[in-house]
C-alpha cells in the first residue's frame, strides 16, 4: 500500500500530555503509557492508534477498565471506543528488546552479560514501544520514568531534563525525566545499562549554564574526547552562525555498536553509531575525525532544524535533513577548509545521488510516494536536499538568509511545518517569492545544462548559450525546465579574470564573478568589452546540481586547472579532462586530454605552493561510479583496467623518482597531530603512494611494509595496508594477520580489515567474501560489519561485484534474504547496491535480473526490501 503526499489530513486526535513509565528488561519490558487525548471538534473520529508487535496487558479509558467489546487490536492499529476531548487513555504493554534484530523501537545492544538497552525510533519505532499518534505532527510535552535492576542498569536516561531518581525494593531504582519543549514521537529516547561518561560544563552565548555528557560502554569511553570537543565548536558555531542557542540544562549522547545508521537527534539524548562518535588516533583515519565532527554537529544542529520546527509529515523529511546537511557542511567548512569540504562533498553527491537520480529508484527531494519511509533516507533526500537549500541561500546571500531563517525558527519554532512554509518564511524575512524553488523538490532527475560559447572578435562581445534537459525518471515522463543559478568567471588566454559586462544589465557591470539564472530550456546571455576568446568557468562552488556538457578544449581546461582561484573549480577542471582522458583511452583516441591532463599535474605536483591535501584530490581521477555514468553498457571491469590505465599514465608522466623522492620526504614529516597541515601531508602520501604503485609495484610495495609497521596512527597503517592488499603484495598476508590480532577487540577497526579486503579488484573477491563471512568476528547481526564486508564489496568494488557469471549478484541476492529476516532497514538499503544494473552490458545484465527476480519472488520479504526490489525490477 502507498502513503501519497496528497492523501494528507490533519489528525483528528491530538494527544498534549504522555507519561510513559518502563519497568525494564533485556528479555520483558513493561510500558504503561498515559495519553492525554485532544479532538478535533469538527467531527467525531473513531480513536486508531499504532502499535506493532505489543502484547496489550492492561487498557483503560477514564481511569475505567475498558470491557474486551470497547477496543480492537488488529494491523497494527488499535482502536478504542468512547474517547471525547480531554479523555485520558491508559495502556500497558510488554516487548521483548532481546529478540528485537531489527534495531527499531527497544533493542539491545551488545551481549545479554554486558549489553545495554536504547531504543530508535524515528520514523515509525515508537509504535514498536506503545500504542500511539505515531506520525509527527502530534506534538506532546513527555514525562518518562524509567525503572530496573540498579546492578544490571545503573545508568537510566531518557529525553529532557532530569526530575528525580531513588530506590525501589528488590535492588531495583528509578529515574524520571521532563521534556517542557513539545515533540513528536520520533525523538522519543531512553538509554538504560553499564554505561560510563565524561562531562564537560557548557555556558550559552545568553549566559545559561548547562551539561554536557557523553556515555560509551568502559572500553570505549577513552575514545569520546573529540567527539565533546567538537559538539563544543558545534553549539558555539550555532550561537554564532544562527543565533540558536541549546534550550535543555543536560545534553546526553550516546554510542552503540549496534545501530542502523550514522546516529539520531532525540531530543537531549542524542544516540550515535559509535562509527560516528568515537575517535582515537590509534584507531581512526582522519577522514573518519571529519566525519565525528560533521555528525555530531550534524545531530546537535536538529535541535533547531529538526526538532523545535519539526515536520508535519515524512514527506517533508528533506526539510530537516537536507537543511541540517547544509548547516553542517556550512560548519564543517568553518571549521577545516571551505574548497576541500566542498570537493569532498560534490564528489559524495556525484557518487551517490546523481546515480539515484539517473536509476529506477529515482525520487524527487520530496517524494510523492512511499510504501516504506524508511528507505527515503537517501542521498536524493539528505544531499541533493542539501544543494537545494544551498541554491536559496546563494540567492538571498548571507545576511538575506540569516534573515530568512531567524523568521523561519521564530514563526515555526513548536510547529510541524512543511517546504513550503520554509520557503515562504525566507522569502517573506527577504521581500521575494522563492516559489520557484518548489519544482526543484517536486521533480527528480539530474538537470544536464549544455554550455556554448561564441566569441565575435569584431564586436568583442562574448556570447553564452545555457540550455537545460532533464530525462525522465520512473513515473515523471515529462520534466521541466528548473531555475539554475550558474556562477560563472571569465578568462583571458593569460588565465587571468575579465571583468564582465552583461549587456542590457549594469549591475555589477565591471565585477569579476556573477551568477546567472537560467530558468527556460535554453537562454543566451551577452558578455561586452571582451578583448580576446575567453575561458568560462561555469558553475562555480558548484552553484547547482547540475550535469555541465561544455565544449571545452582540452587546453581550456588545463587553464582552469592551473589558474582558477576557485579551489572548487579549478578540481573540476581537472576532473574534466581526467574524465576526458578516459574517454580517450576507451576510444583509443587522440590523446590531446590525456596529454593536458598529465602536463597539468606534472606542473602542479612541482609547485610546492599548492597545498597538499588538494593536490591529492587533483591527483585523484573520478572513481569508478562517475566514469562509469559516461558509459552506454557499462563493463565494469573495463571501466576498472581504463582508471587504473589513466592513472599509470599520470605516474609515469610525474616519474618514478619524483613520486618516490616526495613520498620519501612526506614520511620524514610522520606525527600524530591532527592539524590541517599534518592530515594533508598524510592524503598526499597515500595518493602518492598509490601513483606509484602503479608504476613500480615492488618499491611501493616495500615503502608500504615500512610505512605499516612504522605507522603511528591510523591513517598511515590503513593507507598502506590498502596498498599492499590491493596490490595483492607479498607483504599483504603478514600485515592483514598481524592488523586482525592487534586489533581484535576494536570492533571500529575490525570493520576497516574487513573493508579493506573487500575491495580486493578482480574474480578473486569473491572467494576472499565468502571466507570472511566465515570468519568469526563475522555477523550479519551487526550492521556495521555486514556494510563493512557487504557494503563496500557490492557497493565500493564494482569490479569485483560485478563478476560477468553472476555469482556476485547471487550471493548479495542469497546474503540479503537472510538478512531480511533480520534486519529489513539493513537489507534494504544494501539492496541498493544493485542500482544501475539496467546499464550494464548484456551479461552482467541478464545475471543481474535473474538474481534480482528471483530475490522478489522470494515469500515473505520484508516491506522494505519488497519496495526496493519491486522499483528495481519496474523502473
Ligand atoms: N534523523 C537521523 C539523522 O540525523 C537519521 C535517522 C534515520 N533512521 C531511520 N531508521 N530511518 O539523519
Ligand atoms: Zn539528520
Redesign the pocket.
Known amino acids: 500500500t502507498l502513503i501519497r503526499l496528497s492523501d494528507y489530513q490533519a489528525p483528528a486526535w491530538r494527544v498534549s500530555r504522555v507519561e510513559l513509565t518502563f519497568d525494564l528488561g533485556i528479555d520483558a519490558t513493561e510500558v504503561t503509557s498515559r495519553l492525554q487525548l485532544a479532538c478535533d471538534p469538527t467531527g467525531p473520529a473513531p480513536l486508531r492508534l499504532d502499535g506493532e508487535g505489543l502484547t496489550l496487558l492492561d487498557i483503560q479509558l477514564d481511569g475505567q477498565p475498558l470491557p474486551e467489546s470497547a477496543w480492537r487490536y488488529q494491523d497494527n492499529v488499535l482502536e478504542v471506543d468512547g474517547a471525547r476531548d480531554g479523555s485520558v487513555l491508559e495502556t500497558r504493554v510488554r516487548v521483548t528488546p532481546a529478540a528485537n534484530t531489527a534495531l527499531e523501537g527497544l533493542y539491545l545492544s551488545g551481549s545479554r552479560e554486558t549489553g545495554f538497552l536504547l531504543t530508535q525510533c524515528e520514523a515509525e519505532g515508537f509504535r514498536h514501544i506503545t500504542f500511539f499518534l505515531d506520525r509527527p505532527d502530534v506534538l506532546a510535552s513527555y514525562t518518562v520514568t524509567l525503572r530496573a535492576d540498579r546492578e544490571r542498569f545503573p545508568v537510566l536516561l531518557a529525553g529532557g531534563n532530569p526530575d528525580g531518581h531513588g530506590e525501589l525494593d528488590d535492588g531495583r531504582h528509578w529515574a524520571r525525566f521532563v521534556d517542557p519543549h513539545p515533540k513528536p514521537s520520533y525523538l522519543f529516547a531512553l538509554v538504560a545499562g553499564r554505561l560510563q561518561k565524561i562531562e564537560r560544563d557548557y555556558v550559552t552565548g545568553s549566559g545559561r549554564p548547562l551539561q554536557l555528557v557523553i556515555w560509551a560502554e568502559a572500553d570505549a569511553i577513552r575514545h569520546c574526547g573529540y567527539a565533546m570537543d567538537a559538539l563544543e565548536r558545534a553549539m558555539r558555531w550555532d550561537e554564532q552562525a544562527y543565533g540558536r542557542e541549546y534550550d535543555l540544562d543536560v545534553f546526553h549522547v550516546v554510542a552503540t555498536h549496534d545501530f542502523n545508521m550514522g546516529a539520531m537527534?532525540n531530543k537531549g539524548l542524542n544516540i550515535f553509531n559509535a562509527k560516528y562518535l568515537l575517535a582515537d588516533p590509534d584507531s581512526s583515519t582522519d577522514e573518519e575525525y571529519r566525519a565525528v565532527e560533521a555528525v555530531v554537529a550534524?545531530?546537535y544542529f536538529?535541535n533547531w532544524s529538526?526538532n523545535r520546527v519539526t515536520c508535519r509529515d515524512w514527506f517533508q523529511l528533506s526539510l530537516?535533513?537536507g537543511l541540517?546537511?547544509f548547516r553542517e557542511q556550512q560548519f564543517s567548512a568553518d571549521m577545516n577548509s571551505p574548497a576541500l569540504k566542498r570537493i569532498e562533498d560534490v564528489a559524495l553527491l556525484r557518487r551517490a545521488q546523481f546515480p539515484e537520480d539517473a536509476g529506477p529508484l529515482a525520487h524527487p527531494v520530496r517524494p510523492a510516494q512511499y510504501s516504506e519511509i524508511n528507505n527515503f533516507y537517501t542521498a536524493t533526500v539528505?544531499e541533493k536536499g542539501s544543494e537545494l537549500v544551498r541554491m536559496v541561500a546563494g540567492r538571498l546571500g548571507r545576511d538575506g538568509f540569516r534573515r530568512g531563517m531567524d523568521q523561519y525558527f521564530s514563526r515555526h519554532d513548536g510547529q510541524a511545518a512543511t517546504l513550503e512554509d520554509f520557503l515562504g518564511a525566507l522569502g517573506d524575512a527577504n521581500g521575494i517569492d522563492l516559489g520557484a524553488y518548489l519544482a526543484w523538490y517536486a521533480q527528480a532527475g539530474t538537470p544536464r545544462l549544455t554550455a556554448r560559447g561564441r566569441y565575435d572578435a569584431a564586436h568583442r562581445t562574448y556570447t553564452l548559450t545555457l540550455s537545460q534537459h532533464t530525462a525522465p525518471t520512473p513515473g515523471q515522463p515529462h520534466k521541466r525546465a528548473l531555475p539554475i543559478p550558474v556562477k560563472l568567471a571569465l578568462f583571458d588566454p593569460r588565465g587571468r579574470m575579465v571583468p564582465l559586462h552583461l549587456a542590457g544589465n549594469g549591475a555589477d557591470a565591471g565585477a569579476s564573478e556573477r551568477v546567472l539564472v537560467v530558468d527556460k530550456a535554453e537562454q543566451s546571455f551577452v558578455f561586452e568589452q571582451v578583448e580576446a576568446a575567453p575561458v568560462p568557468s561555469l558553475l562555480r562552488g558548484f552553484s547547482a546540481p547540475v550535469i555541465l556538457e561544455c565544449d571545452y578544449a582540452p587546453a581550456d581546461l588545463a587553464l582552469l586547472l592551473r589558474h582558477d582561484p576557485d579551489g572548487f573549480n579549478r578540481w573540476e577542471a581537472g576532473q574534466q579532462l581526467a574524465a576526458r582522458a578516459y574517454d580517450n583511452l576507451r576510444e583509443g583516441n587522440s590523446s590531446a586530454a590525456l596529454d593536458a591532463w598529465c602536463e597539468a599535474l606534472s606542473a602542479l605536483f612541482g609547485d610546492t605552493s599548492v597545498d597538499a591535501a588538494l593536490l591529492a584530490d587533483l591527483l585523484t581521477p573520478p572513481g569508478e561510479i562517475e566514469l562509469s555514468e559516461r558509459e552506454r553498457q557499462v563493463n565494469p571491469s573495463h571501466v576498472h583496467a581504463l582508471r587504473q590505465q589513466l592513472q599509470e599514465h599520470l605516474a609515469l608522466r610525474i616519474g618514478r623518482e619524483t613520486l618516490e623522492q616526495r613520498y620519501t620526504a612526506l614520511a620524514a614529516h610522520t606525527s600524530l597531530e591532527l592539524d590541517a597541515a599534518s592530515q594533508a601531508r598524510r592524503r598526499l602520501k597515500r595518493r602518492v603512494l598509490e601513483l606509484l604503485a602503479r608504476i613500480d609495484p615492488w618499491a611501493a610495495h616495500g615503502l608500504a611494509t615500512l610505512q605499516y609497521d612504522n605507522a603511528p596512527n591510523m591513517t598511515d597503517r590503513l593507507g598502506a595496508l590498502a596498498v599492499l592488499v590491493r596490490g595483492d603484495a607479498p607483504q599483504a598476508h603478514a600485515a592483514l594477520a598481524h592488523f586482525r590480532e592487534r586489533y581484535a577487540d576494536n570492533p571500529l577497526a575490525m570493520d576497516k580489515w574487513f573493508s579493506v579486503q573487500a575491495l580486493l579488484p578482480g574474480a578473486v573477491v569473491l572467494e576472499r567474501v565468502r571466507q570472511l563471512e566465515s570468519d568469526p568476528a563475522f555477523t550479519l547481526k551487526n550492521p556495521n560489519r555486514v556494510n563493512s564486508l557487504f557494503g563496500a564489496w557490492a557497493r565500493s568494488n564494482p569490479d569485483g561485484f560485478h563478476r560477468p557469471d553472476g555469482s556476485g549478484y547471487q550471493l548479495l541476492a542469497e546474503r540479503l534474504r537472510q538478512l531480511d529476516a533480520l534486519n529489513p532497514q539493513v537489507s534494504a538499503r544494501l539492496a541498493t547496491a544493485f542500482n544501475g544494473w539496467q546499464r550494464l552490458e548484456p551479461t552482467r545484465h541478464a545475471a543481474a535480473r535473474s538474481a534480482i527476480a528471483a530475490l522478489a519472488a522470494h515469500p515473505g520479504l520484508s516491506r522494505n526490501l519488497t519496495e526496493i526490489v519491486q522499483s528495481m525490477l519496474q523502473g
Open positions: 537527534e550534524h545531530e536538529h529538526g530537516k535533513e541540517t546537511v539528505y
